[in-house]
């Protein structure tokens, strides 16, 4: 089985699924892009527990976790199969690095996770199983679960980290008419460089490091699937996919490591 190096996405609103914009564009290719993995293990910025948890579902269910959008969105599945085996070994591979994890049979698969892989995987014929955040540990956290997950990658699987490279709702402009914000701008960039670069020191302490942080990520949720993605590199540079801003601020940028 061919090695898959892990990916970071940035999956912005639940509208990606329907919307034609340059990011769903880039996802609806990358699968072509990418080896075809033996299963995904998609850490999502939409589920957050105590503790890691690996959903072991046979048939995850599709959770329209969002409010307020237009019905077509909810008459949307996405009916791929689970990955239990996948997510006992994910939670074997965490305990024998120190990390107190566990499994969960109910959890499906939440807009994080289907809404990308229903445009980089259409058929559904995958197995995913998804893997929880633990906001609010930090970024050291979240790259020291990566590097648990690491020997996943030389075992065919993605490890694919859903969540945002910019992510202030508040500070959304929906008639920004393709104008990029520059507070945002100059934190992706910053996040960019860091990971071409390898430097996951820096990545480690981006809140005291990176320009315009707190502005960035209010809160760390949607950067936190990046931090386990660059984990499981192992302190490989990253290489940039794809470049977008929606809203002004929404980054929709996604990197993949080697």
């Given at each position: ?29 990358l ?15 939409h ?31 996405y ?39 229903m ?45 945002s ?38 990545l ?53 490591w080697?």
């Amino acid at each position: 089985m061919a090695r898959i190096g892990p990916v970071f996405i940035s999956h912005g609103s639940p509208m990606l699924a329907l919307n034609k914009t340059p990011a769903h564009e880039f996802l609806a290719r990358l699968g072509e892009q990418l080896p075809r993995p033996k299963a995904i293990l998609c850490i999502s910025a939409h589920w957050e527990t105590p503790k890691p948890m690996a959903s072991t579902a046979a048939k995850p269910e599709t959770i329209h976790d969002f409010s307020g959008f237009p019905e077509p969105l909810y008459r949307l599945r996405y009916p791929a199969p689970g990955a239990p085996e996948l997510a006992q070994h994910a939670i074997e591979l965490l305990r024998a690095a120190g990390i107190e994890s566990t499994t969960d049979a109910g959890q499906g698969l939440d807009h994080g996770a289907w809404v990308p892989l229903m445009l980089m995987y259409a058929k559904a014929d995958i197995p995913v199983a998804q893997l929880s955040i633990q906001f609010p540990k930090d970024a050291r956290w979240h790259l020291d679960l990566g590097r648990a997950l690491a020997p996943l990658c030389d075992e065919g699987v993605l490890v694919l980290g859903s969540g945002s490279a910019v992510h202030n709702l508040r500070a959304l402009e929906f008639n920004a008419n393709g104008n990029i914000t520059p507070w945002a701008q100059e934190f992706e960039h910053w996040l960019d460089q860091m990971i071409q670069q390898g430097d996951t020191d820096a990545l480690a302490n981006y809140r005291q490091q990176a320009p315009h942080a707190a502005r960035a990520h209010p809160r760390d949720e949607h950067i936190l699937p990046l931090f386990v993605a660059a984990g499981a590199a192992q302190g490989k540079p990253g290489k940039l996919l794809h470049r977008s801003f929606e809203a002004g601020s929404l980054a929709m940028s996604a990197w993949a490591w080697p």
